[in-house]
């Protein structure tokens, strides 16, 4: 189920090392925003979200910043581990209601060297 | 915790055939929606649906799609005559509201 990747950008992070992946969004309308993990042959996981109200929000080992100015997000992850090893995508929406679609990025394959 | 089940996981047809892919969403939620993914390319929506009709649908969803929820469990996707082009993993998702959207495995569909 993942990209293959062949313009795929990838970030190469050593184990223990924090992650930061970025994703600019095109809609200045949206106001909710995802963050997924795609692990091979799997779906796209849940990990975090953050509302346009907002311009950080903290998980567990995970913290999405939110630039609005610049329609920009970005994942942060800390003590990046091997099973972190996975493409990410960031995905908006607009409206904040069910049922509404969300629109993903292209995606970023984050690599963690042990 | 709580899944999205897909199946078949994947689905080899003829070009101009049909084929139904299956989905069980998570059983307290009310919104469905499929999904489909080209190798190598975005992860693209395709329809959402509520109340036993569609809420929205993409230009990708055309005439030769179909969603359906034929009892209180499943929810299909039909392609009525497939395409090469049609040659993709479709990931179905369910949602309470628009947080908690959560996706299943997929299906791999390969059109020959």
């Known amino acids: 189920g993942e990209s293959v990747g062949l313009h795929l950008p990838t970030l190469s992070v050593q184990e223990g090392d924090n992650s930061i992946i970025n994703c600019a969004y095109s809609n200045s309308a949206s106001d909710y925003f995802i963050w997924y993990k795609q692990e091979s042959g799997k779906g796209p996981q849940f990990i975090i979200d953050?509302?346009?109200?907002?311009d950080k929000r903290q998980g567990q080992r995970v913290t999405v910043l939110l630039n609005k100015t610049v329609k920009h997000l970005s994942l942060q992850i800390a003590a990046t581990q091997p099973g972190d090893s996975a493409v990410y995508f960031c995905a908006e929406a607009t409206g904040g209601n069910a049922g509404n679609m969300l629109t993903f990025g292209g995606g970023t394959r984050l690599m963690v060297k042990p | 915790e709580p899944e999205v089940t897909q199946t078949p996981s994947h689905q080899v047809t003829q070009m101009g055939q049909e084929v139904i892919l299956r989905c069980v969403p998570i059983s307290n939620h009310l919104y469905f929606y499929w999904y489909r993914q080209i190798l190598g390319q975005k992860v693209e929506f395709l329809v959402s649906f509520y109340n036993n009709e569609i809420s929205e649908k993409s230009e990708i969803f055309d005439d030769q799609f179909s969603v359906e929820r034929p009892d209180g469990s499943n929810f299909t996707l039909k392609i009525r005559s497939t395409k090469l082009e049609d040659s993709a993993m479709y990931f179905c998702?369910?949602?309470?509201?628009?947080?908690?959207?959560?996706f299943g495995s997929g299906t791999r569909l390969t059109v020959v």
């Open positions: 998702a369910s949602s309470p509201l628009i947080r908690g959207y959560t």
């Open positions: 953050i509302r346009s109200n907002m």
